[in-house]
Structure formats: C-alpha cells, structure tokens
C-alpha cells in the first residue's frame, strides 16, 4: 500500500491539525458558522469581534489556547464517561481498506493510529492512550477540574 507523504504526521503537518482543532473549538464557542469559518480568519476577523462582543484584548494565540482547553475538556469528558479515546475510529473505507482502485486517492491508505499518536502527542495527551498528562492540565489551569478525586479521569 502507498502512504503518501501528505497523510503522514511531520513536516508541520501536526501541528497544523492540533491549530485547526483548537480554532474550530474556539469558533464554535463563540457561535460561529463553520461554512463562514472556511472562508478564514484574513476575511472574517473573529478575534476582533470576539474582543469587541467581550471588552477582553487577547491575541489569536491566546483564543487558540481556549480551543485547547475545549478541546482538553471534552477529552477529559468522554474519558470520565468511559470512552477509550482508542475506540474512536472511522470507516476503515475512509482509510484506504481496501485501498480504492481509481481517482485521487488511489491505493492510498492511512494509518490512523499514527496519526491519532502524533496528534495525541502535539496537543499534549499521552500518546499512547489519549489521555492529557497532567502537565497539560496544569498548563491549561484545568487540574483542578478534572482531577481523580474531584470525579475525573485517572491520570
């Protein structure tokens, strides 16, 4: 099977997925349309508008980090409620198995448990696991929210 190296993890390409997810977080706090969103932040200035709805004056950096904490709790959550972030895959179909004969894609496949590692990794979560490590939390001042004893996830 043919693993292009655009459906690999590396190159920025992570990093890339983990700013992604973090700003879709952060936009769909605020209320959002995702289709408006695709258009992007040079067009639609949210940051802006998010500063002037709230009176805060936080950077686009600081609005990714609130994505990261959604995205950290809702991890945490489904965690807490006993899904193995692990259990959570798509179709194998959308993976390349079996590889489609024709088009764009082509033989490709992907291999998502790389994937889901190097993602895992970069966003702060064990690798291994998916769990976040409680640098991650500490970071994110969400320790206090979700640990073992007040109810959360063992770490």
């Known amino acids: 099977y043919q693993r292009e190296v655009r459906y690999l993890p590396g190159n920025g390409r992570t990093t890339c997925a983990v700013a992604v997810s973090n700003f879709t977080q952060f936009y769909n706090s605020a209320g959002a349309c995702y289709m408006g969103m695709l258009i992007g932040v040079d067009r639609v200035p949210i940051f802006e508008w998010v500063n002037a709805a709230t009176g805060w004056n936080l950077t686009p ?11 950290t709790l809702r991890q945490m959550f489904n965690i807490r409620e006993g899904i193995d972030p692990k ?23 992907f291999d998502l448990d790389a994937l889901m590692k190097a993602y895992w990794q970069e966003i ?15 970071d994110l ?15």
């Not at 600081?62 to 959604?70: D, H, V």
């Not at 702060?124 to 500490?138: C, F, N, S, V, Y």
């Not at 001042?141 to 770490?155: I, Q, Y």
């Open 61 to 71: 950096a600081e609005y990714l980090r609130i994505g990261q904490r959604i995205q």
């Open 87 to 109: 259990s959570l895959k798509i179709n194998r179909r959308l993976l390349g198995e079996p590889p489609q004969q024709n088009g764009p894609n082509r033989g490709v496949t």
């Open 124 to 138: 702060g979560w064990d690798p291994e696991t998916g769990i976040p490590t409680r640098a991650t939390l500490d």
């Open 141 to 155: 001042e969400l320790w206090d929210v979700v640990k073992p004893d007040g109810g959360g996830a063992p770490l």
